[in-house]
């Protein structure tokens, strides 16, 4: 076979593999331990949720949503600034804009004045992505008790050169200062 051909093949075993067993609403996603998705993420912070606007990509061929997020407690990175709050905007692709809607099934849900600890990568011009979807989240309820929700994520495993789907598996839900101090002793903190 050339090799445009075996790669070709390849894909269609792949995507077949992949599509077996999968919901049709969901997005597939690699499951990261703590330890590579702190590994991954160039910054992690404990944030306060503040006010997101939906507009067109820079690029104009996607619609996105930018959500302001006020650094309380970085883990991880350089977010934290002298002498004051620092805030960044994190950019998701998806949301409703002049009347067309797009949607990334499995990507982190944000709600205003929400407590979370977050995984991030830079984007372009200042803007912070997510590191690994809704994985990259962690929320915090009023009882200081963090947990994910990863609705809308199929998840698969490495195995040698393959893909496995897995069950998701059981999101313990553990308190907030617990899952700081796992994150700063991982990235090589304290």
Do not use: C, N
Request: glycine share 10%.
């Amino acid at each position: 076979m050339k090799r445009s051909v075996k790669a070709l093949f390849s894909l269609s075993v792949a995507a077949l593999v992949l599509g077996a067993g999968t919901p049709a609403d969901a997005t597939t996603a690699v499951l990261l331990s703590r330890e590579e998705l702190v590994r991954r993420s160039v910054a992690v912070a404990r944030v306060t949720v503040g006010r997101s606007y939906t507009t067109e990509s820079d690029d104009g061929r996607s619609i996105v949503t930018r959500t302001e997020l006020t650094i309380a407690q970085p883990l991880k990175g350089g977010l934290a600034s002298k002498g004051g709050a620092t805030t960044i905007v994190i950019e998701q692709i998806g949301g409703t804009y002049k009347g067309m809607t797009q949607r990334v099934l499995g990507d982190a849900r944000l709600t205003p004045g929400e407590d979370a600890v977050v995984f991030l990568r830079p984007g372009d011009k200042g803007r912070w992505h997510f590191t690994a979807l809704a994985l990259s989240i962690y929320h915090v309820d009023a009882k200081g008790l963090a947990r994910r929700s990863l609705e809308g994520l199929s998840l698969v495993r490495r195995s040698g050169r393959a893909l496995v789907p897995i069950q998701a598996p059981a999101e313990e839900v553990e308190p907030v200062e617990s899952l700081m101090t796992d994150v700063v002793r991982i990235a090589g903190g304290k």
